[in-house]
């Protein structure tokens, strides 16, 4: 068994990069795509500010259709559309395209349950202060449901950790891969252990900011 962490060493770290790379695009990509799509699925429904009975029943079935299927599927399924779009189905490119678009959809179920579960109060308070629908949602909606979105952002981003996992499954980089190639593939179990212990720092450490900010934003 290969225990020689001196070689080891750099390409573990190389991976961490690889990994925190992939994560931070696809949650700043598929964050802010699901905000939007999240702020619309709200904004739609019925008896809300952009009451839109046809396009809150498409997005609601997007999302339903897309949530539910396991990433490695998923990746696999949108490949015709990461190679018209990426230009290649293997790689961190291809990987961070997939992952962007599942975490969109994802995001966009957070955040509108998120919005749903604001007091109503704040809105009409908001309109009768003639406030703009567009307003509303930006500067009313979104800040008084900051304290939880936070936290449904830092699911989400634990959720984006465990995908990233899979992109060595692709021919992606990261710990993932690097558990399979330098772990798995060589029956070397101590490799293995070191990638589940890097992981799970990451994600303690991903919660702990996660829940610092949203104290934060509840005693702002």
Same mark, same amino acid.
């Given at each position: 068994?290969?225990?020689?962490?001196?070689?080891?060493?750099?390409?573990?770290?190389?991976?961490? %990069? +690889?990994?925190? =790379? &992939?994560?931070?695009?696809?949650?700043?990509?598929?964050?802010?795509?699901?905000?939007?799509?999240?702020?619309?699925?709200?904004?739609?429904?019925?008896?809300?500010?952009?009451? *839109?009975? !046809?396009?809150?029943?498409?997005? *609601?079935?997007?999302?339903?259709?897309?949530?539910?299927?396991?990433?490695?599927?998923?990746?696999?399924?949108?490949?015709? !559309?990461?190679?018209?779009?990426?230009? /290649? /189905?293997?790689?961190?490119?291809?990987?961070?395209?997939?992952?962007?678009?599942?975490?969109?959809?994802?995001?966009?179920?957070?955040?509108?349950? *998120?919005?749903?579960?604001?007091?109503?109060? !704040?809105? +009409?308070?908001? %309109?009768?202060?003639?406030?703009?629908?567009?307003?509303?949602?930006?500067?009313?909606?979104?800040? +008084?449901?900051?304290a939880p979105l &936070?936290?449904?952002y830092t699911f989400?981003?634990?959720?984006?950790?465990?995908?990233?996992?899979?992109?060595?499954?692709? @021919?992606? @980089? @990261?710990?993932? *891969?690097?558990?399979?190639?330098?772990? =798995?593939?060589?029956?070397?179990? +101590?490799?293995?252990?070191?990638?589940?212990?890097?992981?799970?720092?990451?994600?303690?450490?991903?919660?702990?900011?996660?829940?610092?900010?949203? %104290?934060?934003?509840?005693?702002?």
């Open positions: 068994m290969n225990r020689d962490w001196s070689e080891l060493s750099p390409i573990l770290w190389e991976s961490v %990069r +690889e990994t925190l =790379y &992939i994560v931070g695009v696809t949650v700043g990509a598929g964050g802010l795509l699901g905000l939007v799509l999240g702020v619309l699925l709200y904004a739609t429904r019925r008896g809300n500010l952009l009451e *839109n009975a !046809v396009v809150f029943t498409i997005l *609601n079935v997007a999302v339903n259709v897309v949530r539910p299927i396991p990433f490695i599927i998923f990746i696999t399924a949108v490949g015709p !559309v990461t190679l018209a779009v990426v230009g /290649t /189905t293997i790689g961190n490119d291809a990987v961070i395209f997939a992952m962007s678009i599942m975490a969109t959809f994802v995001t966009a179920r957070i955040v509108e349950q *998120n919005l749903v579960a604001t007091d109503p109060g !704040v809105v +009409e308070a908001a %309109r009768a202060m003639g406030a703009s629908r567009l307003r509303i949602l930006v500067t009313v909606l979104v800040p +008084e449901a900051l &936070i936290l449904g989400l981003l634990i959720g984006i950790v465990d995908m990233s996992a899979l992109a060595g499954y692709v @021919g992606g @980089g @990261g710990l993932g *891969n690097f558990a399979i190639v330098y772990g =798995y593939q060589r029956f070397n179990w +101590e490799v293995t252990l070191v990638t589940v212990l890097v992981i799970i720092g990451m994600v303690q450490l991903a919660q702990l900011l996660g829940n610092w900010l949203a %104290r934060k934003a509840l005693h702002r």
